[in-house]
């Protein structure tokens, strides 16, 4: 199993991304996944999850201004990034908890970062 991120990059305050975490590799089935960031000096933290039946919850940095949502066809979770500002600088790095077709189970999975850099 591994989770694939794209997007991320540069824009300025004000401005909008939207990354995208693909899981593949043998998955029977998907709960949730989400979007964690770590912000220069910080440690990583939560900043939205999506669950497979359609519930959400955000982080209240990032509340009205990001939106998650998650393509079961294709298990693909997006982060739509709105009102970028700069103290949202980081490495944006997305997880899910799944059910692998076979071998052990993982407690979660984890993409590789991508980072976001918003300039003011």
């Known amino acids: 199993v591994q989770l694939v991120v794209t997007g991320g990059g540069l824009v300025q305050a004000g401005g909008s991304l939207r990354l995208a975490c693909t899981a593949s590799?043998?998955?029977?089935?998907?709960?949730?996944m989400g979007w964690y960031r770590q912000l220069p000096g910080r440690q990583r933290d939560f900043v939205a999850f999506?669950?497979?039946?359609?519930?959400?919850r955000y982080a209240d940095s990032v509340k009205g201004r990001f939106t998650i949502s998650m393509d079961s066809a294709t298990n693909t979770v997006f982060l739509q990034m709105n009102n970028l500002k700069p103290e949202d600088t980081g490495v944006y790095y997305c997880?899910?908890?799944?059910?692998?077709?076979?071998?052990?189970?993982?407690?979660?999975?984890w993409g590789q970062g991508t980072q976001v850099t918003v300039s003011s």
């Open positions: 590799g043998g998955i029977s089935c998907i709960n949730a």
């Open positions: 997880n899910a908890d799944l059910y692998p077709d076979d071998g052990e189970r993982l407690p979660i999975y």
């Open positions: 999506v669950m497979s039946g359609g519930g959400r």
